[in-house]
């Protein structure tokens, strides 16, 4: 009975673990598929320490089986004590100079890679795209000096090109990172700049998370890479860079709408320009794919963020039912009406929970 049992539950931990296994390496999300020129810089890496590792494994494993059957006590040879050997200079060498071999192999293309990595030659080259990132509890800010662009939680850019980031943090530390095109980088408060660049191979949605612990709602802090053409991409800059705050809404809801919101949020949020509030800029808010980077970009659940934040992602800095159920209604209607460009809208969003 003991022995069913014992199979059973491993049986059931395989069949878990398999199906747990499968949920690795989505399209777009994954560092197990990499779509783009760092993040597979770091596959390969991985790879080559798997293949070590596993190479090591099993001739261990082979050794320790041959012993464990060679030397076990034999059936009319209890009190046989083999052969004692003590020190043996030629397994001493292997068992020195194979490893040093192997961590030879490992730190050869990991030092390139690392000054790889940290290649910031081509940065000042003319026609090189440069965007600042700056981390916030708990939303991401992208923008686009040159082209005096800046929005929030979507990151537009070009497809097989070098796309140099620099990067800082307006309050606690973050750290960006877009598992299917690049490693990781923190986001520093205070002077300290990194620099990173992104290289995205193919167009897509890529899903960004924060990497760093930065308060209760550092698990919420999502945001998308967009990657297009190059001339989806320069399309989209136009778009951005023809948005007018001011134009008038169509419906009369969304003009009211946009009343109450230059009353009342445009404080610290920005519509357009170049220049960043202290909120995020929802130029475009009404292509985006998510609300506060995890919400449907449904009109109620637009509602419940504007009258409630504090509850969606707790400890960021909205204030609560600054309007009321009425006014973000309307307020709503503005903000989805908000479609100033529609480049990156064919490309297929694939989701980390699907
Ligand atoms: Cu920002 Cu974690």
Known sequence: MRGWMGKFRSLLLFGAL?????????????ALKPKGYGSELLFD???????????????????YAFVLFRFREKKGQEDVIPKQTEGNKALEVIWTVIPIILLLVLAIPTVQATFDL??????????????????????????????EIS????????????????MKSSDVIHSFWVPAI???????????TNTMYLEAYEEGVY???????????????YFKVIAVSPDQYDQWVEDMKNVDPEAEPETASAQEGQELFNNNCMSCHAIGGGSAGVGPNLANFGNRSKIAGILEPTKENLKDWIVHPDEIKPGNQMPAELVTEEEADK????????????????VPVIEASE
């Open 18 to 30: 398999t199906l747990i296994l499968t949920g690795c390496g989505i399209e777009n999300v994954s």
């Open 45 to 63: 890496l991985m790879m080559i320490s798997i293949a070590i590792m596993i190479f090591v494994f099993v001739i261990v494993m082979a050794i």
């Open 118 to 147: 940290a290649d910031q030659s081509s940065q000042d080259d003319e026609g090189t795209l440069t965007i600042d990132v700056t981390g916030n509890q708990y939303w991401w800010q992208f923008t686009y000096a040159d082209q």
């Open 151 to 166: 929005t929030s939680q979507e990151l537009y850019i070009p497809t097989n090109e070098r796309v140099y980031l620099n």
């Open 182 to 192: 690049s490693g990781k980088m923190d986001t520093n408060p205070g002077e300290n």
């Open 207 to 221: 899903e960004g998370f924060c990497a760093e612990l930065c308060g209760p709602s550092h698990s919420l802090m």
């Open 331 to 346: 307020i709503a209607d503005y903000l989805l009406e908000l479609q100033h460009s529609d480049v990156g809208q064919d």
